[in-house]
């Protein structure tokens, strides 16, 4: 910390909290605190890892890493979606490199040894020269995965509550927005890498204050002054109307919101998980923000469509969310700017507006205890 009068609470980080203060400066810029996340947050939580149309016939298979966990994920010879750590029981490599594939094996680049699509070990060159060699002693490490609809979360605690204790009511509430999740397709993924920590970007997710100073198309679409931000055990949701001028169609910049889903409805799950859903056609963009380093995430958007969402819809909508994300990507780096500058150590929050972040912000508190 600079040299420079501090104002806020000299009390606890879970104390401050209350009083409406958000988490210490550095939080977002202790490389010690990231590693203590790493361990505490990112090992022992389901994370968003992919959708199941990615591995839609046995065999088929792709790579994720979740906090420093290098995972495959895979459909077995019966159907089943497994999930192991990508590590090769002989000498630590990483066992698979590509981003996915269709294998009916997985082999090691390294010395060839090769497992079965359940984790066992079938094959390993020159193992019958050795005398004491215990094929079954190698099988990969599982684990632990679930789905919701056409999502697949890893975990890898094995000792964690299921995904059903973290989703609560949240698939519910995608239910009842009218989105029917058996009907949607991934037709692009983009990803942002993002000069901030990973906390700073769910910050800036979970609040509307700034939208009518740095969102302006987004406040042609959603009507900001009637939103609505809904806390719950592990998620939070915010609502908004579609605004009657872009039900009409007299808002410049925008996709065609006239049919469809009349209300945005975006959810946020712990820990680095959202799920949006904005008024218009059949649509759902997934977010995952992945911790890369203290100060850098990498942001992946999953654009998700219905069929009868058009090409051109999918491009009108699809150029209007990557708009509302690069102003937030210029929020996101000015606000880890500030966090390294040795002038700030804790803000206060307008909770009428921002009371997600203090729930998140507690989620986190809970997680580092
Ligand atoms: S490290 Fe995988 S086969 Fe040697
Ligand atoms: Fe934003």
Known sequence: MAD???TTPQTSVRASLAQGYTLPADWYTDPAMFTRERQRIFR??????????????????????????PVVILRDKDGDVRA??????????????????????????????TYNLDGTLRAAPSSKDEPDFDASAFSLFPVRVETWGPFIFANPDRAARPLSAYLGELP???????LDLSTIKRRVRRTYEIGANWKAVVDNYLECYHCAVAHPSFCDLIDVNHYTVTEYEYFSTQNGAVKQTAREGKAANLYDASQGVQEGFYAYLWPNFTINIYPGPGNVSLNLFVPLAVDRTLAVYDYCFADAVSEQEERDFVRFIDQVQEEDIVLCESVQRGMQSGYFERGKLMLSREKALRHFQNLICDAME
């Open 4 to 6: 420079v009068p501090t």
């Open 44 to 69: 022992k939580s389901w994370q968003y890892v992919g959708l199941t149309e990615q591995i839609a016939k046995p065999g088929d298979f792709f790579t994720c890493t979740i906090g420093e966990v």
């Open 84 to 113: 192991f750590a990508n590590v090769c029981r002989h000498r630590g490599s990483q066992l698979v490199l590509a981003e996915c594939g269709s294998r009916a094996t997985l082999q090691c680049h390294y010395h060839a040894w």
């Open 172 to 178: 519910a509430l995608v239910d009842a927005t009218g």
